[in-house]
């Protein structure tokens, strides 16, 4: 019999922004039943690319053939029509709504077309959830309420109200735990059973081997490999299409030392706690020492970090900078002392996706650009340029906006924007999530070098490997409590591992 032919078909696709050519010629090819995982650097144009075929952007060349006939989504409702829908790291979904209002927004079950009938929405969720297998998230409940896991099933089951044929997923295992990535590759393998296909975008390449089929590289907005076997083709391999070159995924050299700096603590929390959240933290961070927090997600990693910060108040100890006690649930007060923070959802928490990269950079230093009431632009554009080549940001293009950048180059501008503030205590959340290996070096390089230069650090990672490989010394978390630490060359996954699942305290 004659293969049947591919559900998808996307041939020599071109896109350009002003000054950036983001797409200059891909191929994909995707075919019903199967997980085709699309991978390369940030900045390589896979975003750019699930766009266009979401509808969000026009091409400017190219062909995109939709189950034999060529078509051009006009916009993303045009391309759930057709039967396409995108599910984006950041999730588009309406947290004061149910999960039966999220999954039929836009388009809600009617009487006569005039009339909303929440009853049939309702029960028309629970078999979507019951065919994802999830039939303990409920219809009516408010999805603010639940985990970034539950909140990925509710997307998908939007995706299935609409009938539709290929769901494109862009970082889906991003904020999940290991056991609920293996959730969500269950429910994926469902779906393709059912005839449905996934583009899987990951930065994770044991998940490409674990769930792709074929696998799609592009590099510099062209297509440099299409349909190789996920599973066969070695890491080595893939690496080296994404980049060009050969890279070791190693860690940057740490300080040949064995003592703690003899220099007093530039940060120190004593007593540090939020009910509910952590319990009792103390910790000393001295120039030079990168900090890591270890452990699970919900184990109190992130609301130590935004309660240094100030984002959140303590309901118990403090927080000293240079001795000086800070004003509790300050932000203010914190980045006055000089602490900065790269927050975990970078696109939330930490840029103006509609403004510039220049004033993404100057956000916490304007000020310093003020003459006579009057925005020094030349001058803050000219200290912002500085900051981002120091970290090699590219496009090197200080007028364009944020959010046309890659998730690396965004994070390298929160970087740069503290550089340029002289931060003497960097808080990283999650400092790569959604970076690629090439890109991870890079960054790995750029923190051990900040910290080198004098720069404390406080870093938390989901992956241990990251933590382990960059931090001097490491806290181990478990459900809020600190319960091991020691340096970093003492520990390993395993160890690790074994402490948050069933460590006690220890010093």
């Known amino acids: 019999m004659a293969p049947e032919p591919p559900l998808l078909t996307m041939f020599g696709i071109t896109k350009s922004f002003p000054g950036v050519r983001a797409l200059d010629g891909v191929d994909l090819e995707v075919r019903a039943g199967e997980v085709h995982c699309v991978l390369g650097q940030n900045g390589a144009g896979k975003s750019t690319l699930i766009k266009v ?16 006939e060529v078509v051009t989504p006009a ?8 039967g396409i829908a995108t599910i984006y790291q950041e999730l588009d979904l309406v947290e004061g709504l149910s999960v039966a209002e999220n999954v039929f927004l836009g388009h809600e079950h009617t ?26 998230i409920g219809p009516d409940a408010p999805v603010g309420t639940l985990s970034a896991a539950q909140r990925q099933i509710v997307s998908m089951a939007r995706a299935l109200s609409h009938e539709v044929r290929l769901i494109v997923m862009d970082e889906p295992s991003a904020a999940l735990d290991p056991e609920e990535v293996d959730n969500l590759f269950r429910t994926v393998a469902d779906l393709t059973a059912e005839g449905v296909a996934v583009i899987y975008i990951s930065h994770r390449l044991e998940e490409i081997r674990r769930i792709g089929d074929r696998v799609t590289v592009i590099k510099d907005g ?36 064995t003592t703690l700096p003899t220099t007093a603590p530039v940060l120190r929390v004593e007593g540090l706690a939020r009910a509910g959240e952590f319990a009792p933290v103390d910790l000393e961070l001295r120039p030079g020492e990168i900090v890591g927090l270890a452990g699970l997600v919900g184990s109190g990693r992130s609301e130590i970090l935004e309660t240094v910060y100030g984002a959140r108040r303590p309901t118990a100890g403090r927080v000293l900078v240079d001795g000086a006690p800070l004003r509790p649930g300050s932000v203010r007060a914190a980045v006055r002392a000089g602490i900065g923070l790269a927050p975990e959802e970078r696109k939330a928490q930490g840029l103006l996706l509609m403004e510039s990269v220049t004033r993404n950079v100057t956000l916490s230093t304007l000020p310093r650009f003020a003459r006579a009431g009057w ?6 554009r000219a200290d912002a340029r500085r900051a981002t080549r120091e970290l090699s940001l590219r496009p090197d293009s200080p007028d364009a906006p944020i959010r046309t950048l890659s998730g690396g ?9 503290w550089l340029l503030r002289g931060c003497r205590v960097l808080l990283l959340d999650e400092p790569t999530r959604g970076v690629d290996v090439g890109a991870r070096a890079e960054l790995y390089a750029v923190i051990r070098r900040l910290a080198d230069d004098g720069l404390a650090v406080l870093l938390v990672s989901s992956e241990l490997p990251e933590v382990l490989g960059l931090a001097d010394r490491v806290l181990v978390l478990r459900e809020g409590t600190v319960v091991h630490t020691a340096d970093a060359r003492e520990l390993d996954e395993h160890r690790v591992l074994d402490l948050v699942m069933e460590g006690s305290p220890t010093a």
Not at 53 to 68: E, S
Not at 75 to 82: G, Q
């Open 53 to 68: 075929l979401a509808g969000v952007h026009q091409p400017d060349g190219g062909r995109i053939a939709w189950r034999g």
């Open 75 to 82: 916009s993303p409702i045009a391309a759930m029509r057709l």
């Open 111 to 136: 009487s006569a077309g005039l009339f909303v009938r929440p009853r049939t929405a309702r029960e028309a969720t629970a078999r979507l959830l019951a065919r994802l297998g999830h039939r303990e």
């Open 222 to 257: 062209r297509t440099v490999a299409g349909g190789l076997p996920a599973r066969s083709t070695s890491t080595d391999e893939v690496v080296r299409l994404m980049t060009g070159r050969e890279v070791e995924y190693v860690f940057p050299e740490r300080p040949h030392r």
């Open 375 to 380: 925005l020094d632009r030349r001058r803050e």
């Open 409 to 417: 180059n965004q994070q390298k501008a929160v970087l740069a924007r």
